[in-house]
């Protein structure tokens, strides 16, 4: 059973950052890929990012690539999603996850998820 505690979030203007942190207990971190997914209110689960258990293969969508940045570091159970140039439409509940199941983009594949954390941008 693998825990995940996501960190990080807040309030930030448009154009800010922000980095979000995901720590992973319980497991063999390594052995997961994760993903980032946010929700907002009145919208479906969307994915965000993704990156293998090695960290060396990474997915983005369209609405985040250049953006965001999805990456791990396996000596500390940890995966991060650095946000620069933020918009309004990032504001959502973001969630991190993890899953055995091969690197994925949709979010029935992921067995593990943390509990959110809530970022705002102000326009």
């Known amino acids: 059973q693998v825990q995940l505690v996501e960190s990080g979030g807040g309030l930030v203007q448009a154009g800010g950052s922000l980095r979000l942190s995901c720590a992973a207990s319980?497991?063999?971190?390594?052995?997961?890929?994760m993903g980032w997914f946010r929700q907002a209110p009145g919208n479906e689960r969307e994915f965000v990012a993704a990156?293998?258990?090695?960290?060396?293969?990474?997915y983005y969508p369209d609405s985040v690539k250049g953006r965001f940045t999805i990456s791990r570091d396996n000596a500390k159970n940890t995966v991060f999603l650095q946000m620069n140039s933020l918009k309004s439409e990032d504001t959502a509940v973001y969630y991190c996850?993890?899953?055995?199941?091969?690197?994925?983009?949709?979010?029935?594949?992921?067995?593990?998820w943390g509990q959110g954390t809530q970022v705002t941008v102000s326009s």
């Open positions: 996850a993890a899953t055995r199941r091969g690197l994925r983009t949709t979010d029935r594949w992921y067995d593990y």
């Open positions: 319980g497991g063999t971190f390594s052995d997961y890929a």
């Open positions: 990156i293998s258990g090695s960290g060396a293969i990474k």
